[in-house]
């Protein structure tokens, strides 16, 4: 067990939800996730997390399917050659079709890995700091900070009209 | 969307949620008939492995019937799923929201029907797998030059692609459901499709990354599956099928049908659960010029067609299409033509948009309308080929309308289960169109 402590404030108003990671931001609280039942920019915004690399999973996804595409068509074209419809052996324009398929097929089926591992969506239910009201119409602010940093945090939340506050270690 | 003031975040929860509610008596009428119907299509699928192809009404030189018929028809309901859940979202069109996951399951369901035909279709069906490029110890490969191998990958990449974009939108919703339930079992089975959702802004931001991608694929594949099922006619020399427009001919035809089979639905459903606040006339409205639109490219396909049949010179053409219009399956063309271009007509109109009445009806004459069309291309075109001493007449046995009958119920089943065990309407999207609850106003 770590000395990490989780502290999570609960609010109605998204402007309040804003105005609080401020000011944790100013009081040296670096740590902080905030909770939502839909996307916000506004929250994108304040957080102001990198860009997602979720694009490159889907970029390489993309390019491997493409290769795939090509290696399936011309290898396996070339392994039973047969001619068809007096057209040659490997035959680009209707290999474009299997090669697109895959494009898309492959690049779908990576950016659900990148999906799934850049959010770490990989367990069965959340874990401790969650609050159920967070899918329905409720805001949430988790800060992870020392043991020391639990009154100060406690402190902004309650200044700030936080309607719930939780504690956790984590 | 004025109607939608009267809701709350908490509002669109519940009433979403109720309509996972322990099913009730109206539920189980409309399931156990589609049970007892998909076990007659199941019947006569097993009679015609067991008799051989010979009792579905395939006769010289007509070899594709009914069963293609309905793989195309199915498809194509399959097009406007993705059309409103992808193409839509990257047009910010709003009127999507509400609709856009009734859709999105229409496609997974109808790509499942879909899926069946080219299998039932098989002489032996038990040997399907052999479509698939895979190591074996005939030492052979597929052909990868054939139309009808562009169609395993393009519809097989369509379901992956599609039920994947149908999960990965539901992950928040179904986490909503998981904090509502409180059943065991129930409990449990959501807590692992959601995935240990939060909806912490960590997760938001990779996940609105990644659906904006799965849309960016899944614009150009909808648009690429229909091109290519019309390249199984397409590409082949046969006068009514070999013809540069059929790749936008047929997904224009899509999307309407399947626009048409997404108002079959939405609804029963809209009246059923009370979804009035969420369906709303605005929704419908869009749906209907959308419909509107593709109802006159199909109408100008189907002009064109005959244009270009008889500009061809080429008599084996233009006696084709001389031949829908006035031969034998006459009926059958201007069935297609009034459900499809004549029906639709009345929709130029603000006031029939938006009567939800003449919107249901229209849309059923629009899916018999368009599996008509299928049946048009597909049979006739055979029917009538270049050498008149091998023309002939196909006439549907009972076998190909017991299972054309059991699709429709295998479709409908999957859908009344959908209803009752995962959220129809997104409860984030929904979300979305209301205002942020804010303490101040916004300056």
Known sequence: MSDKQGVLGIFTYLDVTIETVKKLRDAGFKNLRVFSPFPNHEIEEVMDEPESIVRFFTLFGAMLGAACGVGFTVLMSSDWPISVSAKPIVSLPPFMVIIFELTILMGALSTLVGLLVNSRLRRNAPRTMYDTRFSEDKFGIMITCSKEGVKDAEEILTSQGAEDIKFDSI | ?443
């Open chain 2, 1 to 443: 969307m004025s109607e939608q003031n009267t809701l709350t975040y908490a509002r669109v929860n519940d009433d979403i949620i109720r309509m996972l509610d322990k099913p009730t008596f109206k539920w189980w009428a409309l399931f156990l008939p589609t049970l007892l119907f998909v076990g007659f299509g199941l019947f006569c699928f097993i009679y015609q492995v067991h008799y051989g192809l010979g009792v579905a009404g395939y006769r010289h030189p007509v070899f594709w019937g009914v069963y293609i018929t309905d793989f195309v028809f199915w498809v194509g309901i399959a097009h406007s799923g993705t059309l409103i859940s992808a193409i839509l979202f990257l047009f910010r069109a709003n009127f999507r929201m509400s609709i856009y996951r009734i859709a999105e399951g229409m496609t997974v369901f109808a790509v499942l029907t879909a899926g069946l035909f080219p299998i039932i279709h098989l002489g032996r069906p038990w040997n399907f797998y052999w479509l698939f490029p895979y190591p074996n110890q005939r030492e052979l490969w597929v052909n990868f030059k054939s139309p009808l191998l562009w169609d395993v990958f393009a519809v097989s990449t369509y379901l992956t692609v599609s039920a994947l974009f149908f999960f990965i939108g539901m992950i928040p919703d179904i986490a909503a459901i998981r904090d509502r339930v409180t059943e065991v079992p129930r409990k449990i089975i959501y807590s692992i499709l959601s995935l240990g959702w939060k909806g912490s802004n960590w997760e938001w931001l990779h996940y609105t990354r990644a659906y904006l991608f799965f849309a960016a694929f899944a614009t150009p594949l909808v648009l690429s599956v229909h091109s290519v099922v019309s390249w199984d006619f397409a590409m082949s020399n046969l006068p009514g099928w070999h013809t540069t427009i059929f790749a936008p001919y047929f997904v224009a035809g899509a999307i309407f049908s399947g626009l048409g089979m997404v108002i079959t639905l939405t609804v029963p459903i809209r009246k059923i659960f009370h979804l009035e606040d969420y369906i709303t006339l605005d929704n419908y409205d869009g749906m209907a010029k959308l419909i509107m639109l593709t109802s006159c490219i199909v109408g100008y396909a189907y002009g064109i067609e005959f244009f270009m049949a008889w500009y061809s010179g080429s008599p084996a053409e233009w006696g084709q299409f001389y031949y829908r219009a006035t031969g034998e399956y006459a009926l059958f063309y201007w069935i297609m033509v009034v459900c499809n271009v004549v029906i639709p007509l009345p929709l130029w109109f603000k006031s029939v948009r938006r009567n939800i009445k003449i919107l249901f009806i229209m849309s059923i004459f629009i899916n018999i309308g368009m599996w008509f069309e299928r049946f048009n291309i597909i049979v006739i075109s055979l029917s009538r080929g270049f050498d008149p001493a091998a023309w002939g007449i196909y006439t549907p046995s009972w076998v190909e309308i017991g299972i054309t009958v059991g699709s429709f119920a295998w479709f409908f089943m999957f859908f009344l289960i959908f209803l009752k065990t995962l959220p129809s309407v997104s409860i984030t999207e929904m979300k979305e169109l209301l205002p942020v609850p804010r303490k101040e106003a916004k300056t």
